[in-house]
T-cell receptor
Framework: KAGVTQTPRYLIKTRGQQVTLSCSPI?????VSWYQQTPGQGLQFLFE???????NKGNFPGRFSGRQFSNSRSEMNVSTLELGDSALYLC????????????FGPGTRLTVT | AQTVTQSQPEMSVQEAETVTLSCTYD???????LFWYKQPPSRQMILVIR????KQQNATENRFSVNFQKAAKSFSLKISDSQLGDTAMYFC?????????????WGAGTKLIIKP
C-alpha cells in the first residue's frame, strides 16, 4: 500500500500571500489530521477531518482552514501568511476505529519570507 | 489540559548500547493512549510503539520497549542494542480518545544520536 503523500514538499511564499497544501491518505483511511511543527512551538495539532467533516480543531487562528474531499484527500489553506507560519506541516491518516494509529506523510516545508 | 514533558533535549550513546528516553505526562483521564514516535533526519514521522493506559503489561516491539508507570504518569522508552539507524528525534505523545477527539499532544522531543 502506498503511504501518506503530501504535495508540495517545499514551498516558499511571501508574507500576505495564501497557500494550499495537499494530503493524500493511505487507501481506506478516512481520518486525516494536520499538525504544524516549528522549532519554537514543537508539534501542534491543527485539525482533523473525517468523512468530509471537521471533527476536531486545535488552537489556531481562522487563517488556518482545511477541507476533505469524498475520496478522503485533504487540503489545508493558510491565508494572509505571516513569518511565523514558516513550519513543517505534517499530515497523518488513520482508519476509523483505529484512529489512535496515525500514519504520517513526509511533510510540506513552508517558508514565508 | 494534558501536557507531555520530555526532560532530555539530547542524548548520545555508542552503537550496541542500551538507552532510555524519559517522558512524563499530566492528565486526569483514566483511559488514554501513549506513543513514541521517531522522526529521522529525513523527517517522516514513524510510530515506534503504543501503550494503552488500561493495559498493565508494558508494550514491546523488537528492540523497543516501554516502562509504563501509570500512577507516576511516566512513560519511558528503552532501546536495546542501539543501531546507527536509530539516530533520530524521538517524540512522546498522548491521546485522549474521548468525544471523538483524536488529537495527539506532543512532548518537545529528544534528539538521540547513536555513535559508531
Amino acid at each position: 500500500k502506498a503511504g501518506v503523500t503530501q504535495t508540495p514538499r517545499y514551498l516558499i511564499k511571501t508574507r500576505g500571500q495564501q497557500v494550499t497544501l495537499s494530503c493524500s491518505p493511505i487507501s481506506g483511511h478516512r481520518s486525516v489530521s494536520w499538525y504544524q511543527q516549528t522549532p519554537g512551538q514543537g508539534l501542534q495539532f491543527l485539525f482533523e477531518y473525517f468523512s468530509e467533516t471537521q471533527r476536531n480543531k486545535g488552537n489556531f487562528p481562522g487563517r488556518f482552514s482545511g477541507r476533505q474531499f469524498s475520496n478522503s484527500r485533504s487540503e489545508m489553506n493558510v491565508s494572509t501568511l505571516e513569518l511565523g507560519d514558516s513550519a513543517l506541516y505534517l499530515c497523518a491518516s488513520s482508519l476509523e476505529g483505529l484512529v489512535y494509529e496515525q500514519y504520517f506523510g513526509p511533510g510540506t516545508r513552508l517558508t514565508v519570507t | 489540559a494534558q501536557t507531555v514533558t520530555q526532560s532530555q533535549p539530547e542524548m548520545s550513546v555508542q552503537e550496541a548500547e542500551t538507552v532510555t528516553l524519559s517522558c512524563t505526562y499530566d492528565t486526569s483521564e483514566s483511559n488514554y493512549y501513549l506513543f513514541w514516535y521517531k522522526q529521522p533526519p529525513s523527517r517522516q514521522m514513524i510510530l515506534v510503539i503504543r501503550q494503552e493506559a488500561y493495559k498493565q503489561q508494558n508494550a514491546t516491539e523488537n528492540r523497543f520497549s516501554v516502562n509504563f508507570q501509570k500512577a507516576a504518569k511516566s512513560f519511558s522508552l528503552k532501546i536495546s542494542d542501539s543501531q546507527l539507524g536509530d539516530t533520530a528525534m524521538y517524540f512522546c505523545a498522548f491521546m485522549k480518545p474521548r468525544d471523538s477527539n483524536y488529537q495527539l499532544i506532543w512532548g518537545a522531543g529528544t534528539k538521540l544520536i547513536i555513535k559508531p
